[in-house]
Every structure is written in C-alpha cells, then in structure tokens.
C-alpha cells in the first residue's frame, strides 16, 4: 500500500474529537438536504413496518413507503460505515471508549467494573447470552422497544430532532430534545440503580 | 448510479459515530451523568454548523442539486406529543445506550444481537401506528 494511503489510515484509526464529529454531521444533513431528503434514521423502521404489511393494521403505515429507499440506504451504508470502522480504521487492541474516571468511578458504584483507559466501545452485555439474561433482555428488548415507539410517537430521534430540527430553530424539536433528556435522566438516576 | 450516494453518506455517517465513540454505551452513560464534554461538543458543533446551513439554505444563498430552493417544512407545534413521546425514546436511547443511527452501525460492526433491539424498535413503531389515534398528540 502506499505511504500516502497508510497514513491516511493512521490518521482515520485515531479517536475523533468532538469537535470534527459534530460538523461532520452537519455536512451530512446538509448533503441530504442538498439532494431533497431530510436527515432522519428513525423513519427506516416506518417504512420497514410498511414494507413488511404492517399497512394491513393501521392507515399510520399506508404511505409511498417506497420512495423512501434512499434512507433505507443510508442506514445500510451506516452498516457498512460501522464495519469498515470496526474492522480498517480501528487498531487491535484500540476498540475503547474513553470515558473520564468519573465515569468509571459511577459504573463501579453500580456494580459494573470496568478498568479505565480499557472501556470496551460495545458492553459486554450487547451479546446473545446475555439476550437471556433479565438484565441484558431489558436492555436490548425493553430498550430497542421504546426507542421505536417513542421515536415514532415523537416524530423523530437524535438525527431528525437533535440534528435537524435544532439546526431548523424548530420548537416542537426543542420540546422532544427536552424530553430525551428528561427520559434519559429518569433513566440512568432512577432506574440504573434498580437495573444493575 | 445515483442512489449509491445515500450509501456513501451512510458510511460516512457510520465511520463518523463510530470513531467519535458515539455509538458506545458507555459514552450515552457517560452523558446522562454530565461527566465529559464529548457528547455535548458532538451534538453543539453539529447544531452550530446545522443553523448556519440552514440560514444561508432559507435565506436562498444555497439551492438544491437540482436547481431549486430547498423546502425545509416546519415541524406541527403540539406539546404532549413531543414531551410524552421524547421521554420514553430517552428512556430507551438510556437504557440500550444506543440509538436509531449507532444501532444500525453496530449491528454492522458486527454485534449482531442488535438484530433483535432492531426488532423490538420495529414493534414499538408497530405498536405506535396502531395505537395512534388513541393517544394524546
């Protein structure tokens, strides 16, 4: 492989700072916007109910489903995109997310140990055996549940709300931000403790 | 082809949570305890980036591929609608650590149990549209 290429990828391999992930973002909503569309991932599982018949139960999926395979696309290019990350841009033994000692310090408190500078970036608990225990059912089942309903029911998620309705000065986005937020402090502050 | 653009931007999209971390658990943890800057830099700088580009896009200085103006549509104001339902997304987006956007990026890094926090989310938008006109909007 040629240098150039080699330290392109050494330079993609390190962990990227804030400050170049958020804009990034930016770009991307502003290049769907660019090309039409509306920047939001939350809407594939809609169409994915459509697509699957879920038209035949309420009139919420009769819609032309069907122009919307360019997000369809998008979420399978985040596949790929999370692949190729995983796989090409991450060194072994680099797979970690730094979290401050704080953090640590607080997940130690709840019972889950993990040793700082060596945060794994997936949790132990994403893996099919522990899909049987209650706490990883709850995690991944209970979980994956509310992020559908409560995305659809709010109109969007972090892509189509946080991103861009913030971006559009749009209230009612605010309003779901707010609630996010909300849920999420519920969340880690009333219920982690029980959970864990 | 023109619709392999929208897989280009995906990987983009994918690369760029996953080695901002944004995709882990532990970093939706991590804020929801306001223990780093991280997740707010990421969420602030593409907000700031966002309402510029969406000034010059309404104030026309920037037009559509195509030639035309870009229509960004505003969002019906209501207050149950978003409260209620941002509450139980931030519950979930909580507890799994993961939203709509990481879950699609892991589940191709290859953490493949995801496959059924992809099907519960499918459920709850199911359950959601048949649901719908029951609940306050």
């Known amino acids: ?196 | 082809m023109k619709m392999s653009r929208f897989i280009l931007v995906g990987i983009i999209f994918g690369i760029t949570l996953y080695k901002a971390e944004a995709v882990s658990w532990y970093r939706i943890f991590e804020m929801f305890h306001f223990q780093s800057f991280h997740m707010y830099g990421i969420i602030f700088s593409a907000v700031s980036a966002g309402v510029i580009i969406v000034q010059l896009i309404k104030k026309g200085r920037i037009k559509a591929s195509d030639g035309n103006p870009i229509q960004i549509n505003n969002k019906d104001l209501s207050i149950p609608r978003y409260l209620i339902g941002g509450f139980i997304f931030g519950l979930g987006w909580a507890l799994a650590g993961v939203c709509p956007g990481p879950m699609f990026i892991l589940l191709g890094s290859g953490v493949t149990v995801l496959i059924v926090f992809l099907s519960a989310a499918m459920f709850g938008t199911f359950l959601y549209g048949v649901l719908r006109d029951r609940l306050p909007h």
């Open chain 1, 1 to 196: 492989m040629p240098q150039f290429l080699i330290d392109i990828r050494d330079i993609i391999s390190q962990p990227w700072p804030w400050w170049i992930a958020g804009p990034m973002i930016a770009f991307i909503m502003f290049l769907l916007l660019f090309w039409g569309k509306e920047f939001g991932i939350s809407a594939n599982f809609r169409v994915m109910c459509a697509a699957d018949g879920a038209d035949d139960y309420a009139s919420f999926f009769k819609f032309d489903w069907a122009s919307q395979g360019w997000n369809l696309l998008v979420a399978l290019g985040a596949m790929f995109g999370g692949y190729v990350a995983a796989h090409y841009f991450t060194d072994p033994g680099e797979n970690v997310a730094g979290i401050s000692a704080a953090t640590v310090a607080t997940l130690s408190e709840l019972g889950h140990e993990v040793s700082e500078g060596n945060v794994p970036i997936v949790p132990e608990f994403y893996s099919w055996p522990s899909l049987f225990t209650i706490q990883g059912f709850i995690i991944i089942v209970i979980g994956g549940f509310l992020v559908g309903f409560g995305a659809r029911y709010a109109g969007g998620c972090t892509s189509g709300h946080a991103i861009s309705g913030l971006s559009a000065l749009q209230l009612p986005s605010l309003l779901a931000v707010v609630g996010f937020f909300l849920g999420g402090l519920a969340m880690v502050h009333l219920i982690f403790p029980i959970l864990f």
